[in-house]
Nanobody, 121 residues
């Protein structure tokens, strides 16, 4: 079974930093063939994608986090990361790791259980 396990969330002050990790397992195909992303959801609000990294390593970011967040992956470790800098209270949300593979068919999207990030003074 596909499993995506997020970790690294916590409580930080505005301007602080956190690094989230997502450990993947159970894929039918190589982890390196999947597009990975991070999404977040605050209470009462819609879930939004904040960062993506393709199977080829190209990245995209939501305007709200551009210049502050960095998504990366280590394929040998089946892991994707989200480095978050200059955190703001509005970044407070549950952050989810998402995986999808496009080929002769679509595998996923698969979602992790989420990790809480709280930014407050």
């Amino acid at each position: 079974q596909v499993q995506l396990v997020e970790s690294g969330g916590g409580f930080v002050q505005p301007g602080g930093s956190l690094r989230l990790s997502c450990a993947a397992s159970g894929f039918t195909f190589s982890f390196s063939s999947y597009d990975m992303s991070w999404s977040r959801q605050a209470p009462g609000k819609e879930r939004e994608s904040v960062a993506t990294i393709s199977n080829g390593g190209s990245t995209n970011y939501a305007d709200s986090v551009k210049g502050r967040f960095t998504i990366s992956r280590e394929n040998a470790k089946n892991t994707v990361y989200l480095e978050m800098n200059s955190l703001k209270p509005e970044d407070t949300a549950v952050y989810y790791c998402v995986a999808v593979r496009n080929g002769w068919k679509t595998w996923g999207p698969y979602w992790g259980q989420g990790t809480q990030v709280t930014v407050s003074s």
